[in-house]
Nanobody, 119 residues
Framework: QVQVVESGGGLVQPGGSLRLSCAAS????????AAWYRQTPGNERTWVAS???????NYRESVRGRYTISKDNANDTVYLQMNSLKPEDTAVYYC?????????????WGQGTQVTVSS
């Protein structure tokens, strides 16, 4: 069975930093695109950052320059380093591995971890 497990969320002051981790089984992140999403109550889950298996990255404009997605291939773990955090970054963050197959997208989702940016 495939498992995707997140950790690293918590409470941080504005301007602070957090690093989220997402560990997967069966080499999921080594053969699929890795991504981070976030969601606040009453809103849609929105894309934050992604990394293809080859290493190229993309970021949501509001986090570009502050967040960094990275990957440890040996442990099949994806990270999200978040710096210069703002209150509007507060959300539940989800990691995801996905692929396209015959025109359809297939996803493996983590359980979500709460990030709260507040004084």
């Amino acid at each position: 069975q495939v498992q995707v497990v997140e950790s690293g969320g918590g409470l941080v002051q504005p301007g602070g930093s957090l690093r989220l981790s997402c560990a997967a089984s069966r080499s999921i992140f080594s053969i699929n695109t890795a991504a981070w999403y976030r969601q606040t109550p009453g809103n849609e889950r929105t894309w934050v950052a992604s990394m293809v298996s080859g290493g190229a990255t993309n970021y949501r404009e509001s986090v570009r320059g502050r967040y960094t997605i990275s990957k440890d291939n040996a442990n099949d773990t994806v990270y999200l380093q978040m710096n210069s955090l703002k209150p509007e970054d507060t959300a539940v963050y989800y990691c995801d591995a996905f692929r396209w197959f015959y025109g359809k997208r297939y996803d493996y989702w983590g359980q979500g971890t709460q990030v709260t940016v507040s004084s």
